[in-house]
């Protein structure tokens, strides 16, 4: 399976994240991807450099205002003077454009005030290379399109930052650019068919569920751990917001193999039920028991299952990284879901 991969994605520097007020280090780092591409090219894999793509993919399924945003709001923030006074080194917001303060909200003028437009969170920080990493993300995902629709079977996009988080028009939960959805729109627009992209990141995909909520031509499932028991993404990712075209199944708190694999084969079964011609995978590694940041309790085996039962679809499928944070695992479970989805394509 070629491995497509971009040195810009080790650009992007947080700086740490601002969580109920506090800063506290970063755990979406340059060693996450660092680790997958090291255990990826142990196992053979095939490094291929990410090409660069127009535009419009991101403008596709992202607002312009939030790209042009993410664009600049780095360079803004120099120039305001704000890294020397107060003394704030990566863009935060300090103030949210809350559907409560009126329905004609605008963009405000105050480039401290921006950041609270675009963004829903304190913890998804902007610094220098921010933007060129998520662009180089996106570009990532748009090359392993290329190739599944070149005659590869199947391609997978190392990248980082993450971006299931992002909304058509708000980014936040570490993610920038919603890079699996570019993917899909871009398959969606080649293929001639339905495509579903299936998220078995341990928290919510919640920024691609609402990008195609009004889409019957991409289907959106994910396996989460339930929001309800207090997990990221909090407001939404619940059953009650399934239609024809979106299918969230949660996941309570220690659940394991069992469960996990029995959601995923559900929502492969379900997307094979829609005629899917073409897949994206946003395989997020969190969910296993050594993660820190979910209480899932998939193992390793499990990860390489779920790659069969995806695999088995046996359509052009592009995976694009998202979450896994426990560096000594990441690597080898993300090998074991291609390993598995090569297996189940044969």
């Excluded at 947080?14 to 680790?35: D, F, H, S």
């Excluded at 992202?62 to 120039?79: I, N």
């Excluded at 003394?87 to 005030?113: C, E, I, K, N």
Aim: proline share 7%; aromatic share 8%.
């Amino acid at each position: 399976m070629p491995v497509v991969w971009s040195d810009a994605c080790l650009l992007h520097d947080p700086g740490g994240e601002i969580w109920v007020g506090v800063r506290t280090p970063a755990v979406e780092t340059t060693e996450r991807i660092e680790a997958i591409r090291a255990a990826l090219l142990e196992g053979g894999a095939r490094l291929v450099e990410a090409e660069p793509h127009e535009d419009e993919a991101l403008l596709e399924v992202h607002d312009p205002g939030l790209v042009e945003y993410l664009r600049t709001v780095w360079g803004e923030w120099e120039a305001a003077g704000l890294p020397e006074d107060p003394g704030q080194d990566r863009v935060v917001p300090y103030v949210f454009a809350h559907p409560g303060l009126g329905s004609t909200l605008r963009v405000p003028a105050a480039v401290w005030a921006k950041p609270g437009f675009y963004a829903y969170d304190t913890m998804t920080l902007v610094g220098p290379g921010t933007w060129e990493a998520a662009r180089a993300a996106a570009d990532a995902a748009l090359t392993a399109v290329d190739l599944v629709l070149e005659g590869e079977p199947f391609a997978y996009a190392c990248t980082r930052p993450p971006g299931h988080h992002v909304t058509r028009t708000a980014f936040g939960g570490s993610c920038y650019l919603n890079s699996a959805a570019v993917a899909a729109a871009s398959l969606r627009a080649r293929v001639g068919g339905p495509v579903a992209v299936l998220d078995v990141d341990a928290h919510h995909g919640n920024g691609t569920q609402e990008i195609f909520r009004e889409c019957s031509d991409v289907l959106t499932g994910s396996v989460h751990v339930d929001p309800g028991e207090g997990w990221f993404p909090h407001f939404v990712g619940f059953a009650e917001e399934n239609d024809d075209a979106n299918r969230n199944l949660l996941m309570a708190p220690g659940w394991g193999d069992e469960p996990w694999l029995g959601a995923v084969a559900e929502l492969a079964a379900w997307a094979r039920s829609h005629g899917v011609v073409a897949l994206v995978v946003a395989l997020g590694v969190d969910a296993a028991a050594a993660d820190p940041e979910s209480p899932l309790q998939v193992s390793a085996g499990g990860y390489r299952e779920a790659g069969r039962l995806l695999g088995a679809l046996g359509v052009s499928t592009v995976v694009v990284q998202e979450g896994g944070y426990h560096l000594e695992s990441i690597g080898p479970l993300v090998l074991g879901a291609l390993l598995g989805l090569e297996e189940g394509g044969s």
